[in-house]
């Protein structure tokens, strides 16, 4: 906890944020979310020696995201037949694959946007894609309003949360909860039938 706190109490936290979040596509399991809520938790305590800014917080996460979906798209995009035959392998991202293309076939890519909180969602979607040559010029504006969406909504977690409880472990606790519970909505309704599957 001390060296997170130091690592958050330096300039240093913008860099280890972008790659914690440029990283994540690939590895889920890095804690990006919890890294930016704690940043702006910090952020909300004018005590620190050094006090992460809000904006550029928000942007270096949301930037991070961006990039690190262009780079599994565009990896899935030359997988070739290994790649396909993975993803053909899974029901998850076959679903996935159906869903996205029909949503930006339709002119919209609120999939793109949900899957950002969703665990591992991002990774699916930047994946599905990249593996079915959808356009970048259909995905990639919906990538940055998601990355940009999922960075606000974090930071704005850690900060108002620091201003409310203090900027302590609690009140970072509290907001990585709702971050996790945003998550857990947001795969809920990816999972959820669509109309026409159900029918």
């Known amino acids: 906890m001390e060296s997170v706190g130091s690592l958050v ?12 979040v440029l990283l994540d596509v690939f590895l889920p399991v890095l804690p990006s979310g ?3 809520i704690t940043a702006a938790t910090a952020a909300a305590a004018s005590t620190a020696a050094y006090v992460p800014d809000i904006l550029v917080l928000t942007l270096c996460a949301a930037t991070a995201s961006v990039l690190g979906d262009l780079v ?3 990896l899935a995009w030359r997988g070739g037949d290994r790649l396909d035959r993975a993803l053909a392998r899974s029901r998850r991202l076959r679903g996935a694959q159906e869903r996205l293309g029909a ?17 591992a969602g991002r990774s699916v979607v930047s994946l599905g894609a990249g593996a079915a040559r959808h356009r970048a010029r259909d995905f990639l504006p919906w990538s940055a309003l998601a990355g940009l969406t999922w960075a606000g909504y974090s930071v704005a977690l850690g ?3 620091g201003q409310w409880l203090g900027a302590t472990w609690l009140a970072a606790a509290v907001s990585v909860g709702a971050l996790f519970a945003a998550g857990a ?9 669509q109309p026409s599957e159900a029918g």
């Not at 109490?9 to 914690?20: E, R, T």
């Not at 999939?111 to 909180?117: C, D, E, I, T």
């Open 72 to 74: 599994a798209y565009r």
């Open 34 to 36: 919890v890294l930016v």
């Open 185 to 193: 909505g947001a795969g809920y309704l990816m999972r959820k039938p």
């Open 103 to 119: 949503a930006l076939a339709r002119g919209g890519g609120g999939l793109v946007v949900l899957a950002r909180f969703a665990p």
């Open 9 to 20: 109490g330096s300039p240093w936290i913008y860099a280890v944020v972008a790659l914690s």
């Open 159 to 161: 900060y108002f949360g």
